[in-house]
């Protein structure tokens, strides 16, 4: 019913960019609040930023003036602009939206993409 799907990861060098996009797709009437949030490997999966429906946003310290997030609700799409990479943003990155309302009247709560993969080197 429905979907969402990253894409944009990749490897880039220290002080790099990348763009990552989350894309809702399926029978969506709208996407409510969307969140990135990372895994890096052997740690904690970690809240990276947050933007409402009402374009809200909210970002992690550890991100906050390098990370851009930003939504385009007619195309049912997230993004997160990733300037000034380092190392340690090394991680799996993932969107998650909050609610999820189809018009076929469904809500679905806590969805999840599959995730991408970002490598910065040093």
């Known amino acids: 019913q429905v979907q969402l799907v990253e894409s944009g990861g990749g490897s880039v060098q220290a002080g790099g960019s990348l763009r990552l996009s989350c894309a809702a797709s399926?029978?969506?009437?709208?996407?409510?609040?969307v969140a990135w949030y990372r895994h890096r490997q052997g740690d904690q999966r970690e809240w990276v930023a947050t933007?409402?429906?009402?374009?809200?946003?909210t970002y992690a310290d550890s991100v906050k003036g390098r990370f851009t997030i930003s939504r385009d609700n007619a195309k049912n799409m997230v993004y997160l602009l990733m300037d000034t990479l380092k190392p340690e943003d090394t991680a799996v990155y993932y969107c998650?939206?909050?609610?999820?309302?189809?018009?076929?009247?469904?809500?679905?709560?806590?969805?999840w993409g599959p995730g991408t993969q970002v490598t910065v080197s040093a």
């Open positions: 998650n939206a909050e609610r999820i309302l189809t018009r076929g009247g469904l809500t679905i709560d806590d969805s």
């Open positions: 399926g029978d969506i009437y709208e996407v409510h609040n």
């Open positions: 933007i409402t429906i009402d374009n809200i946003i």
